[in-house]
C-alpha cells in the first residue's frame, strides 16, 4: 500500500514539474515577445522637403527691366504640408540668366514629390532637360530614395520597389530669360504657362488646353531611363517677344483647368500680396466647387521696365 502510495505521488511530482516547466517557457516566451514590441523596428521617415518660401514680393532688375516674381503654393484639402507633391523654383544667376520651373509629382507615383523637386532645381540650373541632365538627376533620385526604401520595415520594401519599377513621374513647366528681349517656355503635361502683353492683349497659353484636356493621366517626365526618347517628341518649346510690359503666370493642373474657364481670374491672381490672400482665394474656388481639390501652385512675373 505505502509503495502504490509513492508511486501515485512520485507521478504527480513528475507532472507538476512538467506543468511548470511548460509554463515558465510560455511565460517567457510572451516577455520576450513583449520586449520586442516596446522596441519596434524603425519605420520609414515620410518624406518632407521643405517648401519653398513665400516670395513677396521678389524684386530683382535683370537685363535693363524689372521682375516682380511671387510664388504660392497649397497643399490638397485635407492633405498636410508634407503631402504637398508639387514643387517651384527661380533662380537669378546675376545678370546671365533668369528661370523659373514648376513641377507636379504625380499622386499615384511613390516619391513623386522627390522627383519633382529634382527636375525643377536641374531646369533652372541648366535649363531645358537634355538626356544628360536627366541621367544626373536620375542617379540622386536612385541615391535618395534607395536610402528611404533602406529605412523602411523589411515587408513593405518589395512594394516599395515594385512601385519604383512602374515608374514615378511629374509634369513641369519652365521658363528662361537669356535676354531683355524674349524668354523661352517649354512645357510637359498639364503644368502649364499664361501670358500677356501690354495693353491687356489676347492671354496666350502652353500648352493649349481645354478644360476636357485635363485629365488623370497627362503625359510627364517618367524616371526610368527607358522612357526618356519619347519626350523628344512630347515636349512643347516656344519663345516670345518681350513688349514693354509683360504679365506671365505659372501653375498647375488643378488652377490651370479652371483658368481656362474663366479667365476673369486672371487680374485676381496678380493682385494676390501674401499667402493669406492666396489661400483665401483657392477655399472660395474650392467652396463653389469650381476647382478641382488638388495640390495648387503658382508663380506669377510681372516684367516692367525700370524707370515705372
Same mark, same amino acid.
Given at each position: ?68 516674381? =511671387? ?166 518649346? =516656344? ?49 463653389? =466647387? ?19
Amino acid at each position: 500500500m505505502n509503495q502504490l502510495i509513492n508511486n501515485v505521488l512520485n507521478v504527480a511530482f513528475d507532472s507538476i514539474c512538467l506543468f511548470l516547466g511548460a509554463s515558465l517557457s510560455f511565460y517567457l516566451i510572451r516577455i520576450k515577445n513583449t520586449t520586442k514590441k516596446q522596441h519596434p523596428v524603425e519605420r520609414e521617415t515620410p518624406v518632407k522637403l521643405t517648401i519653398s518660401p513665400q516670395i513677396a514680393p521678389f524684386l530683382r532688375e535683370f537685363k535693363g527691366r524689372q521682375f516682380k516674381i =511671387q510664388q504660392f503654393q497649397l497643399p490638397k484639402s485635407g492633405n498636410s504640408e508634407a503631402e504637398y507633391e508639387d514643387r517651384a523654383k527661380v533662380l537669378f544667376e546675376n545678370d546671365t540668366f533668369l528661370r523659373v520651373a514648376i513641377a507636379d509629382g504625380a499622386t499615384e507615383s511613390i516619391f513623386s514629390d522627390i522627383w519633382a523637386e529634382l527636375i525643377v532645381e536641374k531646369f533652372v540650373e541648366n535649363g531645358f532637360l537634355e538626356t544628360t541632365q536627366l541621367k544626373e538627376v536620375y542617379q540622386v533620385f536612385i541615391e535618395t530614395t534607395n536610402k528611404r526604401i533602406e529605412k523602411a520595415p523589411e515587408m513593405r520594401r518589395w512594394t516599395m520597389y515594385n512601385k519604383m519599377e512602374r515608374g514615378t513621374q511629374a509634369t513641369m513647366a519652365g521658363i528662361e530669360f537669356l535676354n531683355s528681349e524674349s524668354f523661352k517656355l517649354t512645357a510637359l503635361g498639364d503644368s502649364c504657362i499664361f501670358y500677356q502683353g501690354q495693353n491687356n492683349s489676347k492671354i496666350e497659353m502652353l500648352p493649349a488646353l481645354s478644360p476636357e484636356d485635363f485629365g488623370n493621366s497627362p503625359q510627364a517626365i517618367c524616371h526610368l531611363p527607358n522612357t526618356w526618347e519619347r519626350l523628344n517628341t512630347q515636349w512643347i518649346k =516656344q519663345e516670345v517677344v518681350l513688349e514693354d510690359t509683360f504679365k506671365i503666370l505659372l501653375c498647375t493642373d488643378a488652377l490651370a483647368q479652371y483658368l481656362t474657364t474663366d479667365p476673369t481670374i486672371w487680374e485676381a491672381l496678380f493682385q494676390l500680396n501674401d499667402q493669406e490672400s492666396f489661400t483665401t482665394l483657392i477655399k472660395d474656388l474650392l467652396s463653389q =466647387q469650381v476647382l478641382k481639390n488638388d495640390d495648387v501652385t503658382l508663380v506669377t512675373i510681372d516684367v516692367l521696365p525700370l524707370n515705372v
